[in-house]
């Protein structure tokens, strides 16, 4: 596991974004893994910019999703498909016919064998950009006595729920469900990339920056069983999380 600590958050998006640049111009058609909340936002405005100057080409790009909440369909502007439009997609010469945002909407279980198909067929991702909750969920597997190896129905914990709330107008609105990639797709991915910001996240940090433990109760550790990972994270989380390089 490589871990690269920068001076701050823009930073570490801007390396990150390089990082997807890169990937992309070493494989015109490259498959990318892509996150939501709100890490990756200024990742994917560097790489809007660098489309608009050039730099990266999205037209051959396709691109795969970890997860989307149940109950909400592609025009409500908190569904994750609605965000990446917003975010990345309507503003770069991607072809959104190559993108795959899994559907929150109809049968769940039809949704989440979807999802395991298109992570797979045609080779599965270059690389997986990848957030992490503060109880250490990657796309939304959530912690606890288990993580699930197939893309599958998640139901949220508490406290995603309550971090995931500043998105909605109340309380109620929040969906307590989700479908997620499971780990194996999430693993199988070539090259996986997680970026980190912020006190909240250091004990997630902590659990795979200080330790060669892996245990359901922080599903990130899980990522030690992959040999390609790169972790981008400030020097102050890095600090907090006790990472010595
Ligand atoms: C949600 C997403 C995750 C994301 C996490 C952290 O739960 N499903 O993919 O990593 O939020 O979000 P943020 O980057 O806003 O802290």
Redesign the pocket.
């Known amino acids: 596991m490589k871990v690269i600590v920068t001076e701050n958050y823009q930073q570490s998006c801007d390396v990150a974004a390089k990082i997807i640049q890169q990937t992309i111009q070493a494989k015109a058609d490259a498959k990318l893994g892509l996150?939501?909340?709100?890490?990756?936002v200024p990742i994917y405005e560097a790489l809007i910019a660098m489309n608009k100057n050039g730099e990266v080409d999205f037209s051959q790009v396709r691109t795969v999703n970890?997860?989307e909440y149940c109950g909400l369909g592609p025009d409500h502007p908190q569904s994750?498909r609605y965000f990446m439009n917003d975010k990345l997609f309507n503003h770069v010469n991607i072809n959104k016919e190559n993108t795959y945002v899994v559907s929150g909407l109809g049968d769940p279980n039809a949704n989440a064998e979807e999802l395991e198909r298109m992570v797979f067929e045609g080779g599965t991702p270059d690389l997986q950009l990848?957030?992490?909750?503060?109880n250490g969920?990657?796309?939304?597997n959530e912690a606890g006595d288990f993580v699930q190896a197939k893309s599958h129905m998640e139901n949220?914990v508490p406290s995603?729920i309550e971090?995931?709330a500043r998105f909605f107008e109340t309380r109620d609105e929040v969906p307590t469900q989700?479908i997620?990639m499971g780990m194996k797709g999430i693993l199988a991915a070539k090259k996986i990339l997680l970026v980190?910001s912020?006190p909240?996240?250091q004990d997630a940090i902590r659990g795979i920056v200080a330790n060669d433990n892996i245990t359901p109760q922080n599903p990130a550790t899980f990522l030690k069983l992959h040999p390609d990972v790169t972790i981008v994270i400030d020097r102050e989380l890095a600090d907090l999380a006790g990472y010595q390089a």
């Open positions: 996150a939501t909340g709100g890490t990756p970890l997860d994750y990848l957030g992490i909750g503060t969920h990657v796309g939304f949220l995603t971090a995931n989700a997620s980190a912020g909240s996240k």
